[in-house]
């Protein structure tokens, strides 16, 4: 079958690889669509995204979905030709972590991820293995490129979990990449009154408006607004955090989404202590890509995220396309298959 085989810095192939053959307890998905995230850029630029550094060659990719297959032994309850995506995340060992934050887990392997040697091989391909309690099948009226976006939903919605309810509160998000703007999207999905995105991009802010926004920001000529009830940190710059807990009222909350790994992150903490600011992680997600398909399936409308399609042949110019905002690029999606 093809794959998008990273092989190190600027260097993206598409390779021919050995088929898959489910095991016991797996099916195997015909993929139909992914979504580029920004890992999958961070392997293509350097090779490594964070602590995890890639060893030798790895096919990328986490955010898919597409139709069941084959069973492997064992595997009961699923119909051939489901449509689904799968939850890309396979905790590894024994470990306590809270009740109902398997995120936290000290020890996961990720679809796409080199935190492990030897590495897991994404969901770029043709063809890919899941363990069926990872599959996440798709609801009626879901498609398999919406499905391919309920994994960064997931994201979105578990970041909005975080801040507790929402419903009449006045939101502020800043960074209107594709993980802001479905937090806008998934912000009014649970009752904002009002939600305000924050950018330097035009066409970013354009995409947020579309997705739900009630006031877009360009802040390169407009600045933050004040005293917003809960602040969703999404775009990862060290100098926003400063602006951000100075745009929070009194008593708010601020969710930090967006982490540039291994960028110092300087900032007067002033406003945190004087204010008492609420200031909280936010870390993927535990199930919420199950609430993500819920959301879709009850006619939550992300399609605007999407702004290029290309072919799995073209994965490279793809990745170059996701990387440069200057494209107008916000989620671009691989068609795995015709």
Known sequence: MKAVVVHGSRDVRVDEVPDPVPGEGEVLLALEWGGICGSDISYWRHGGTGTAVLRHPMILGHEVAGRVAALGPGVSGVELGQA???????????HAYPEGRSNLHPHVRYFGSAAFDPHTDGGFSEYRTVPVGQLRPLPDGVSTQQGALAEPLGVALHAVNRAGSLRGRTVLVNGAGPIGALVVAAAKHRGASAVVAADLAASSLEIAKRMGADETRDLSTQSLPEDVDIAFEASGAPAAIGPVLRATARGGTVVQVGNLPGEPAPAALGDLVTREITWIGSYRFADEITDA??????????????????????????????????????????????
Do not use: N
């Open 293 to 338: 398909l819920t959301a879709l399936a009850g006619g939550l409308d992300i399609t605007p995220l999407i702004t290029h399609t290309y072919p799995l042949t073209r994965a490279a110019e793809a990745l170059a396309v996701a990387a440069d905002r200057t494209t107008g690029s916000s989620k671009v999606l691989l068609r795995l298959s015709e």
């Open 84 to 94: 689904a995506t799968a939850h890309p995340a396979e905790l590894v060992g024994e």
